[in-house]
């Protein structure tokens, strides 16, 4: 099982008035600019439409984060009025490119939000994608929900990488969560004509980004309006083995998601929340989890239009899965579609 939860750790622009959507200083949001690779380089991820330009972030180290990937739909720039939402993203290096990936398999981001755009399915989206965290299984770990788990499961997590105890020190999830709040959101918006309010702000990951998703949304419910999670590891750590363990897991899960969720100020008439999984590969021990996920959400308050949970049969835990159902999280994620 520890080679399925492998990958779970693997590691000119326009001129737009500052936005403090997020309530931020002016300190916040004036901090020196990346180094930008623009488009037309080498080095940059090969696209099918669209403009992309990779930004390398000095001060994201502490977070185990720098490297960013900004791609801008085709009609951008064209109409100096237009500003567009914008979705971030995790394991940016995933998202556009196969030749950047460790496995040879991407989500087709440019492809996807160009097909339903010129479908009228979806407005032009700008998508900011996160290079994967040096440490990716405590940098996108919802850290808080650590304070909810019972002991045990606790211990069963710090065997899973291979240590006698968990350490709260080591992990970055807020870290890497108030980086991408307080240091790249404030930047993007200043750069490019977008639409910064949470409406139109969204964050979308998978399996392990999946998870800092939907802590994404909890954590800043005005900043991030929606989130979606394809393949959430709700598991958490290695997939339980005994069948007969299984329900007790999932009960312990659910429960610490609750009473997590229950401490934030997220809020089921103003946020959404996207979740779905595969049959296949790592994904074949996920059902149980998403089934109690969804009824808890249900008697919280959520209703089908801001809380969605799907199974695709035979999708296996990869890229090739999320990039062959994108398209449903995304016009879940855009709540003003055409």
Same mark, same amino acid.
Request: glycine content about 6%; charged content about 30%; aromatic content about 12%.
């Given at each position: 099982m520890l080679a399925l939860l492998a990958g779970l750790q693997d590691a000119p622009p326009a001129q737009v008035p500052p936005v403090d959507a997020a309530g931020l200083t002016s300190d916040q949001v004036t901090a020196e600019g990346p180094e930008d690779t =623009?488009?037309?380089a080498a080095a940059l991820p090969a696209i099918s439409s669209g403009r992309i330009t990779q930004m390398m972030f000095a001060d994201g180290a502490a977070a185990g984060v720098g490297e960013v990937w900004v791609w801008t739909p085709p009609s951008y720039g #064209? @109409?100096? +009025?237009?500003?567009?939402?914008?979705?971030?993203?995790? @394991?940016?290096q995933n998202l556009f490119d196969p030749a950047f990936t460790n496995y040879g398999k991407e989500w087709g981001m440019d492809e996807a939000i160009t097909r339903l755009s010129r479908r009228g399915d979806l407005?032009?989206?700008?998508?900011?994608?996160?290079?994967?965290?040096?440490? +990716?299984? =405590?940098?996108?770990?919802?850290?808080?929900? =650590?304070?909810?788990?019972?002991p045990q499961r +606790?211990?069963?997590?710090?065997?899973?990488?291979?240590?006698?105890?968990?350490?709260?020190?080591?992990? +970055?999830? @807020?870290?890497?969560? @108030?980086?991408?709040?307080? #240091? =790249?959101?404030?930047y993007i918006d200043r750069r490019y004509p977008t639409h910064a309010d949470p409406a139109n702000t969204a964050v979308m990951g998978a399996s392990m980004g999946g998870l800092m998703s939907l802590y994404a949304v909890a954590e800043y419910p005005k900043v991030f309006g929606q989130g979606a999670g394809l393949s959430t590891h709700f598991a958490l750590g290695n997939p339980i083995e005994d069948e007969a363990e299984v329900p007790a897991h999932v009960a312990d899960m659910?429960?610490?998601?609750?009473a997590y969720l229950d401490s934030t100020h997220i809020d089921p008439e103003m946020n959404m929340l996207y979740v779905d999984h595969g049959t296949a590969t790592l994904d074949a021990s996920y059902e149980p989890y998403y089934v109690a996920f969804a009824e808890m959400m249900t008697k919280g308050g959520w209703a089908p239009t801001h809380f969605e949970s799907r199974r695709f049969k035979g999708a296996e835990h990869d890229e090739d899965g999320w990039r062959e159902r994108v398209d449903i999280p995304l016009g879940f994620l855009d709540r003003y579609d055409p």
């Open positions: =623009l488009p037309g #064209r @109409d100096p +009025r237009a500003r567009f939402p914008v979705l971030y993203m995790h @394991d940016g407005r032009e989206w700008i998508v900011v994608g996160i290079r994967s965290p040096e440490t +990716r299984w =405590l940098s996108l770990f919802p850290e808080k929900l =650590l304070d909810f788990l019972p +606790r211990a069963a997590l710090a065997a899973t990488i291979g240590e006698e105890r968990l350490d709260r020190s080591a992990f +970055r999830g @807020d870290e890497y969560l @108030d980086w991408v709040v307080t #240091r =790249l959101k404030p659910v429960a610490a998601w609750d």
